[in-house]
């Protein structure tokens, strides 16, 4: 499985904007990049995903480097609620027996401060 | 629409005993995921199902196992419990392919051994 690699933890401030980062250089041309982040106590939940082209949606946005080594996930104005671990995965394509393991690295943990 | 669902929510068991943890995946997903996440740890892939067959395992021992049902409902199995076996069990479903399909988890089970 190609694998992702994120900082362990980062800090920023309320209602400022946030830019989390993941490098993916073993990334296949077929896998799709994901973000899931997890509050405590909770399971982890979508944020966004994208394969070539950048995406926005309400929670966030991704920006995906061009030769698709890395990307960013991008709280425009971060809140407290935003404080969680943020995981960068990669899902691939097509099915191979053996695959889709959909590994999860440790994450990068998130603080927001008031 | 029902989201991921588990149960039980809490279980307690001894060392030694067995556990059955339940998971029923959102309607028209016919893939699971089974994560293990202890306390303070990341995500810790344990097994896929599609289809109603094994498709992947992770690094656990084989007292680890499971089922999928032919509603696509899954059961993880933990059998002669150890205590480092407490943790919290995701779930997840999506759908097959395409691999830009979002991931979605349930909230969890969270299995203490004493």
């Known amino acids: 499985d190609a694998k992702t690699t994120q900082p362990n933890s980062m800090e920023s401030n309320e209602e400022e904007p946030v830019h989390l980062p993941c490098n993916h250089s073993?990334?296949?041309?077929?896998?799709?990049i994901h973000w899931y982040r997890q509050l405590p106590s909770q399971g982890p939940e979508y944020v966004i995903h994208?394969?070539?082209s950048n995406v926005n949606n309400r929670m966030a946005s991704l920006a995906i480097a061009e030769d698709r080594k890395s990307s960013t996930l991008i709280l425009h104005r971060a809140t407290l609620r935003d404080a969680a671990v943020y995981y960068c995965?990669?899902?691939?394509?097509?099915?191979?027996?053996?695959?889709?393991?959909?590994?999860f690295g440790q994450g990068t943990r998130l603080t927001i401060n008031p | 629409e029902a989201g991921v669902t588990q149960s039980p929510t809490h279980l307690i068991k001894t060392r030694g005993q067995q556990a059955t943890l339940r998971c029923s995946p959102i309607?028209?997903?016919?893939?699971v995921y089974w994560y293990q996440q202890a306390l303070g740890l990341g995500l810790q892939f344990l097994l896929w199902?599609?289809?109603?067959?094994?498709?992947n395992r992770g690094n656990f021992p084989p007292r680890f196992s499971g089922r999928q049902f032919p509603n696509y409902s899954s059961e993880l199995n933990v059998n002669a419990l150890e205590l480092e076996d407490s943790a919290l069990y995701l779930c997840?479903?999506?759908?097959?392919?395409?691999?830009?399909?979002?991931?979605?988890f349930g909230e969890g089970s969270w299995l203490t051994v004493v």
């Open positions: 994208g394969l070539t």
């Open positions: 997840a479903s999506t759908q097959t392919n395409p691999s830009g399909n979002t991931i979605y």
């Open positions: 309607s028209g997903h016919t893939s």
């Open positions: 199902y599609d289809e109603g067959e094994e498709r």
């Open positions: 073993t990334i296949s041309g077929t896998d799709y």
């Open positions: 995965i990669l899902r691939s394509a097509p099915i191979i027996q053996g695959a889709q393991k959909l590994v």
